[in-house]
């Protein structure tokens, strides 16, 4: 009678593990005697009781690792804390022998389960939890190397976007190197500043820099306005020089061509040019000169005879 029990136990236990289930995110491997068999894609499947295992990895599902901090209370409002640990993997030595505090997040995923189960050993089973690990590891090496080729106001500014993408492509590589089977999608640094002692001088320092910047604009406005207005105050002078001549040129030419044809006409008639020339000379000087009396120079006794009142008509 107990031997029948146990063997109907024995049979059940058999059935229930031969039959499992893998989810829509995971993937099964299979292991006959810790020996890896296939892989078997998310569903109902069967394997051999007591001799085949499995494990089910995610492949379908975002990771991250947190450096130089931890989340404890994930949501709208999230906690996070920090300890000498922490403290001591994001503090870094950057190109030009500054110190920055580098915090960053790496977001990654499994693309190849059997080389992520049997290639490396303690790979990230423990980063997740923050422990010390393979890709740990991996990931603050890549980092530190990186922002070793940076200056500090690369790091803190403007070349953190290159920091990121420069990492992710390191990490990548160091990642198939190893045979890690793992997809690195991004780095994000989430926090970069001084150590704390130095952050007054390090402050101080950028408000001089961004001060330099806006007088540079500053600057940069006044030559963009001054110069364009010198140059079209130069353009003017120049047109108007230039205008200038063209006037004097043409009314030389003019004065040239009006006495080359009043020679001409000389040589033909000179008597009767010559008193031309004295009369219209006469009409254009004598309106010029003002009152005028024209008298015989033999005549006396005229001074009765000139009108003083300038309002009156001249004598002549």
Known sequence: MIGRIAFIL????GLFSTYYQVNADEVGVVQRFGRYVRTTDPGPHVKIPFVETVKRVTVQRQ????????????????????????????????????????????Q???????????????????????????????????????????????V?????EEIQVDGKELLQRLCDRYETGLEV??????????????KPAFNEVNQ?????????????????????NARGEAERVVRAAEGYALERVNNARGDVARFVNIYD???????VTRKRLYLETLN??????????IIDSSMKGILPLINLDPAKQEVK
């Not at 490396?120 to 980092?143: C, I, K, Q, Y």
């Not at 803190?156 to 953190?160: A, S």
């Not at 961004?210 to 500053?218: C, F, G, S, T, V």
């Open 63 to 106: 990771l991250k690792t947190e450096f130089g901090f931890r989340t404890t209370t994930a949501g709208v409002q999230s906690q996070f804390e920090q300890s000498d640990v922490t403290k001591a993997e994001s503090l870094m030595l950057t190109g030009d022998l500054n110190v920055a505090v580098v915090e960053w997040i790496v």
């Open 265 to 271: 006409e000389y040589r033909k008639a000179p008597d």
């Open 156 to 160: 803190l500014t403007v070349g953190r």
């Open 10 to 13: 024995f049979v059940l236990v």
């Open 284 to 293: 254009e000087v004598l309106p010029k000169t003002g009152r005028k009396l």
């Open 185 to 198: 999608l991004q780095i994000v640094l989430q926090d970069v500043n001084p150590p704390d002692p130095v």
């Open 108 to 154: 990654y995923k499994v693309k190849d389960p059997y080389k992520y189960l049997f290639k490396v050993r303690n790979l990230d089973s423990a980063a997740r939890r923050g422990d010390p690990s393979t890709f740990r590891d991996m990931n603050e090496a890549v980092m530190r190397q990186v922002v070793g080729d940076h200056s500090v106001n690369e």
């Open 208 to 228: 001089a820099i961004q001060e330099k910047e806006r007088l540079i604009n500053e600057a940069w406005a006044d030559y963009n306005q001054t110069v364009p």
